[in-house]
């Protein structure tokens, strides 16, 4: 089986076929410090916006459901609700992954970027949605 620089076989060629390949491709990187344990973390941070993502959607889908049988005002305002963190769910998940590709470069490059806009205009967006939603289901069981 041919070999490429690295001595490993050339199973498959994948990278040829991505359109990040120009940008990101696949790279063989040496493990000298902390160069493996920097991109470890760095695919863990992937995880953990990927988490975060599919629990606002989780959310979203929850506050959605949970109006189905009010009053048309609430519905649509739960709706709405919903539908915001279902959106914010998939900003998180774009961010995450363009948050990941650029660490990724920076890292080669021996720099980190600090994402300190992106932290905090998370926090603004989440604390809207979820003071929203915690308002509707006040206003929703005070009507009981």
């Known amino acids: 089986m041919p070999g490429n620089d690295f001595g490993y076989p050339l199973l498959l060629q994948y990278e040829k076929f991505s359109t990040l390949s120009k940008h990101m491709p696949n790279m063989l990187l040496e493990n000298k410090g902390a160069v493996a344990r920097d991109h470890l973390a760095n695919e863990r941070n992937f995880l953990a916006w990927t988490r975060t993502s599919l629990s606002f959607a989780t959310i979203g889908l929850a506050v959605t459901q949970a109006f189905r049988g009010y009053g048309e005002g609430i519905l649509i305002v739960g709706k709405l609700v919903g539908a915001s963190l ?32 992106a932290v905090f205009n998370i926090t603004v967006a989440s604390c809207i949605l979820i003071g929203l939603a915690f308002i509707l289901i006040v206003v929703n069981t005070s009507r009981m």
Do not use: C, D, N
């Not at 774009?94 to 590709?101: L, N, Q």
């Open 86 to 117: 279902i959106g914010l769910a998939i900003s998180l998940m774009i961010i995450g992954a363009y948050r990941y590709y650029v660490a990724a470069i920076w890292m080669m490059r021996g720099k980190f970027p600090v994402s300190r806009a």
